[in-house]
């Protein structure tokens, strides 16, 4: 195994280090180190941050290898900066049951570029009917501890609060995509002043807001974790707030996009723009920055959502929501934080790894602790070449945007998956 | 000129009345004998008709043809749309074809958006899902003109499902533009609440339509589908006409030069009684044939015809 010696490196913004990593691990850091046999990366001007963790990744297989493979999704993963991705349950077939979950966690792990942790369905096939074999999931050998039917809300309050109950019998936390469909049938963007001008369907902010609500006191009732996926709106925000200072076991994530872009793209009628929740308004963005920034939303997760160039080539209404966010989650962060490396390291590495209970990722690169980072310039800016991406689809709403930072290396337990910006293998 | 008609909002004043002043010029080639300029002549324009819509389709296939155009009519039913092409192959289609303008008729809002980026004639959106119709707004625009003698200054009340409606949001956009006030009146659940700040800040609301009438030089009612009882927008087609249908008793509150004016298909018992609809103050019939002189002129100007 190559050992790495990382000259002056800034560590979470602290002032330039070395860094040797040997075996997998963090071997020593400090001023000055030497190592003969290891293999010198001058790191001056770079920022080492815990490798990034991802709550919320769609990588498509099993069932649409088309879009994105566990590979595909992997490799731009490692490019973004992250060690380790919760793949979200929504493939054909639904990771439903331990046989899938094992086999997407045995694709991750041959692709070998970052930690593929598997998300199971809490129901039956994202149905919404009866709870899937939440247990033999957690038993597995992907040891599933995060549960979501996202794309769907549990929207049956009955069967919500058994999902949140059942769970804790192995420290298991349900992610919500809180959407009340009796209040969003045909919506296609966010209601309001824009909605009204396009003549497209609105999906009103209570929508997220109302199973929010419900879902704290739910997990409050039965002392349950929760954790809220994609939060888009300032209401919701407020709801999180309330329940947070009241002591309950929530945590939430906003996506890269919701913390950038309006409602306004929709006028375009490109559906790249089409995400769901839909992108709101400029008040929600300053809301959701705000609790990111305070802690009333724990993590940024990319809900990274590949679609064939067909699914989004099309009118607005028969394109499917999603968009790429994996390769360019740090630049958001980095133009929406500025280079605050600790909050960003929170956000987007230690609280995602802790919620994910992934004990290897989400560390400060230190003695002793496995070697997974990832190498930022701070100082790079990039244009957005949808093609120029290593996800197997191009479906980014940031082509042709100036953003600023650029990952130069990714380690993941010690072995290098990006170097000098590009892919390794 | 512009290039494409996607929106009320694609023209200003100007423009919007330099198309009025063409159709009526284009008017007098229907009391012709012979029904036809050569204005067009050797252009190709498609009729792009993803809804069924035969007063729509044969007003542009008239307007084409009296500019002596080349019509193509391609229809979403028994073409290769029902064999799951994309828009963007049959744009791409059309546009090998030589298509000059594309007159699109869709279910999906924005379509005729994204026709315009892969088709390199101009694009006349014909309505798109729950959006807009340009066309109707300027042939009602033409219309209030014609029987009225103005446009600025007007009061215009529509009436009905907002909400859904690409009429009334065209209505909004150009009558706005050209000076004259709107009112929307219908139940709250069809009338969304921010439409003055989304289309145009004038524009006011109302619950009432008794008490709007009186005030009113136009009134504007706008098909209410019945399938919307269904989803909860109001509680029964009877409970819709006695509060927001135009009957003749409501017809005579309105001052005497009002006119009331209705896009097309009706439903008779729902939003507008017989009497109202055949009245001497219904622009109805006038509307179809004001249809035919608007599109002309929008395909003339759009076409370039004034530059040959």
Known sequence: MTAYLIRNVSVVGAEPTDLLIRDGLVAEAGAGLTAPDATVLDATGLVALPGLVDLHTHLREPGREDAETVESGSRAAALGGYTAVCAMANTSPVADTAGVVEQVWRLGREAGLVDVQPIGAVTVGLAGERLAELGAMADSAARVRIFSDDGHCVADPRLMRRALEYVKAFDGVVAQHAEEPRLTEGAQMHEGEVSTRLGLAGWPAVAEEAIIARDVLLAEHVGSRLHICHVSTAGSVEVLRQAKTRGVRVTAEVTPHHLLLTDEKAASYDPVFKVNPPLRTATDIAALRAALADGVIDIIATDHAPHAVEDKECEWAYARPGMLGLETALSIALDVLGPQWDLIAERMSRAPARIAGLDSHGLDPAPGVPANLTLVDPAARRVIEPAELASRSRNTPYARMTLPGRIVATFLRGEPTVLDGKAVK | ?308
């Open chain 2, 1 to 308: 000129m512009i290039r494409h008609l996607l929106s009320g909002a694609d023209l200003d004043a100007a423009t919007a009345t330099q198309i009025l002043d063409t159709a009526a010029e284009m008017a007098t080639v229907a009391g012709r004998e012979v029904k036809k300029l050569p204005a067009l002549r050797g252009r190709t324009v498609v009729n792009l008709f993803y809804e069924d819509s035969t007063r729509t389709r044969i007003s542009f296939e008239a307007a084409a043809k009296r500019l002596s155009a080349d019509v193509i009519n391609f229809s979403a039913k028994g073409s290769s749309v029902t064999k799951g092409e994309s828009l963007k192959d049959t744009a791409l289609t059309l546009q090998a074809m030589g298509a000059d303008a594309v007159v699109v008729r869709h279910p999906a809002s924005g379509a005729p958006h994204r026709l315009a980026n892969w088709v390199d004639g101009s694009v006349v959106n014909a309505g798109d899902g729950t959006h807009e119709h340009p066309t109707q707004a300027l042939l009602d625009a033409y219309t209030m003109r014609a029987r009225l003698g103005r446009l600025a200054g007007l009061h215009v009340a529509i009436v009905g499902d907002v909400l859904h409606s690409r009429v009334a949001r065209s209505n909004v956009l150009l009558l706005s533009t050209l000076g004259a006030k709107v009112t929307l009146v219908g139940p709250p659940t069809l009338i969304p609440v921010d439409i003055p700040q989304a289309l145009a800040p004038g524009t006011d609301v109302s619950y009432d339509l008794d008490a709007v009438l009186p005030g009113v030089d136009v009134v504007m009612m706008l098909r209410v589908q019945r399938e919307r009882m269904g989803d909860s927008y109001f509680p029964s087609a009877r409970e819709y006409a006695r509060r927001y249908g135009l009957d003749g008793p409501r017809m005579r509150r309105l001052p005497e030069h009002a006119i009331v004016m209705h896009p097309g298909p009706m439903n008779r018992g729902m939003e507008i009684t017989a009497e109202v609809a055949d009245s001497p103050r219904s622009t109805i019939v006038e509307q179809v044939a004001n249809g035919v002189s608007v599109r002309m002129a929008v395909l003339y100007l759009l076409l370039g015809g004034n530059n040959r």
